[in-house]
Every structure is written in structure tokens, then in C-alpha cells.
């Protein structure tokens, strides 16, 4: 079945460091891949999303490349700042079982904290 | 606009008992999911509804139930709470890939 491995955490960044967080997944169709960010006592909030090979998502200074080829949609973000401290979720949907409406398979999640 | 609206947010059961997490949105989405967090696992998928009137199993199932009550609602039901469902509860909906999930629900059995 569907399955998305991240690295595991905890990873403790001083502010203005560069981050990195590495996501590769197992599809066997063509899936939308997905970051998601939990502030501490929050729900899940989607960060960036790409639907398809080679596109690139990005928001609030975050990024990740939909690398088919390496099955890979790692998160890199140039500068971190304090307010970055949270969870990351990278998470998958396959496409190729439904028309867009196929549950979220997530990894385990990697929590982030950044000390000023 | 609300979004996914989950009640309650936090709840204490004890061995044995019963509950329902009611799950509501206004987005007129056709899917809705019911997610478990549990520290180290990630979300994993207890049940979910592709579109209304139809439901399926996801990755942790045993010890639930679930209504698909019309296309706005979704609720999980515990019959019997043991500790192991001790956890945060998130309810989600999706339409063309746009997902949006409800708060949580922290249930903790005793």
C-alpha cells in the first residue's frame, strides 16, 4: 500500500539556519504529495502542496520539489525563525484509485524547534 | 465560515463507556475522514466517506463506528472505551485535493 517515510526528530535549528526536512514516498499511482504544519495545541494546516512531477510548492518561505524519479518531496526552508517551531507532516493522496476525493497518508511527523 | 467543526474538544471516559465525536462542515465537500494522532505515529486513518451514504475502513478501524448522518455530517462513535484510544481525534473533508481538518478532539479513557 501507500506509505510516506520522513526523517525522524526531533531537529533543533538556530534562527537563521537553513532546514531540511526529508520526505520519500510509496505510491502505486500517481499521487498529490503534501506538507502539513501542527502549531503546538492546533489542528493540521496545509503549508504547500505539489500535484504532479517536477512541480514545485511554496509558502511562507518554505519549498518542496516533487522529484518523481527519486520518489522525494523534501521541505527546505533558507532561514528559520522561532515562530517555524511546530510539526511537519509530509502526506500523500493517490490519485490513481479515485478522482480526488482518496484519504491522506501521512508520515510520522517531525517536530521542529527553533532557538533564538 | 466555519470549516470542519469537531465537539468536543476534550473528553474523559472511563473504561467501558460510550461516546460519539460529532463532525460537521460547510463546505459542501463530498468527503469526509476520521484521523487518530498519536505521539510517534502520525495521523492514521480510522474510517472515512468518500461521498454521502457510502463508508469505508481505513488503517485502525476495530473498536469504532461511524455515521455518515447526511453530506454536512460524520460522526465517530466509541460503544465500549478501552485506554488504548486514549488519543487526539481529527476529524477532515476534501474536495479536488483541498483538504481541511477540524481542530481535534482529545479523549483520554481511564
Known amino acids: 500500500g501507500d506509505s510516506v517515510t520522513q526523517m525522524e526528530g526531533p531537529v533543533t535549528l538556530s534562527e537563521e539556519a537553513f532546514l531540511t526536512i526529508n520526505c520519500t514516498y510509496t505510491?502505486?499511482?500517481?499521487?498529490?504529495l503534501f506538507w502539513y504544519v501542527q502549531y503546538p495545541g492546533e489542528g493540521l494546516q496545509l503549508l504547500l502542496k505539489?500535484?504532479?512531477?517536477?512541480d514545485k510548492g511554496s509558502n511562507k518561505g518554505f519549498e518542496a520539489t516533487y522529484r518523481k524519479e527519486t520518489t522525494s518531496f523534501h521541505l527546505e526552508k533558507g532561514s528559520v525563525q522561532v515562530s517555524d517551531s511546530a510539526v511537519y507532516f509530509c502526506?500523500?493522496?493517490?490519485?490513481?484509485?479515485?478522482?480526488?476525493?482518496?484519504?491522506?497518508?501521512f508520515g510520522k511527523g517531525t517536530r521542529l524547534s527553533v532557538i533564538a | 465560515n466555519a470549516g470542519v467543526t469537531q465537539t468536543p474538544k476534550f473528553q474523559v471516559l472511563k473504561t467501558g463507556q460510550s461516546m460519539t465525536l460529532q463532525c460537521a462542515q460547510d463546505?459542501?465537500?463530498?468527503?469526509m475522514y476520521w484521523y487518530r494522532q498519536d505521539p510517534g505515529m502520525g495521523l492514521r486513518l480510522i474510517y472515512y466517506?468518500?461521498?454521502?451514504?457510502?463508508?469505508d475502513k481505513g488503517e485502525v478501524p476495530n473498536g469504532y463506528n461511524v455515521s455518515r448522518l447526511n453530506k454536512r455530517e460524520f460522526s465517530l462513535r466509541l460503544e465500549s472505551a478501552a485506554p488504548s484510544q486514549t488519543s487526539v481525534y481529527f476529524c477532515?473533508?476534501?474536495?479536488?485535493?483541498?483538504?481541511?481538518f477540524g481542530s481535534g478532539t482529545r479523549l483520554t479513557v481511564v
Open positions: 505539489a500535484t504532479k512531477a517536477d
Open positions: 505510491a502505486t499511482g500517481y499521487p498529490s
Open positions: 502526506a500523500l493522496s493517490d490519485q490513481f484509485q479515485n478522482s480526488g476525493n482518496t484519504p491522506l497518508v
Open positions: 477532515a473533508s476534501s474536495a479536488n485535493y483541498g483538504y481541511t
Open positions: 463546505m459542501n465537500h463530498n468527503s
Open positions: 466517506s468518500a461521498s454521502e451514504g457510502t463508508t
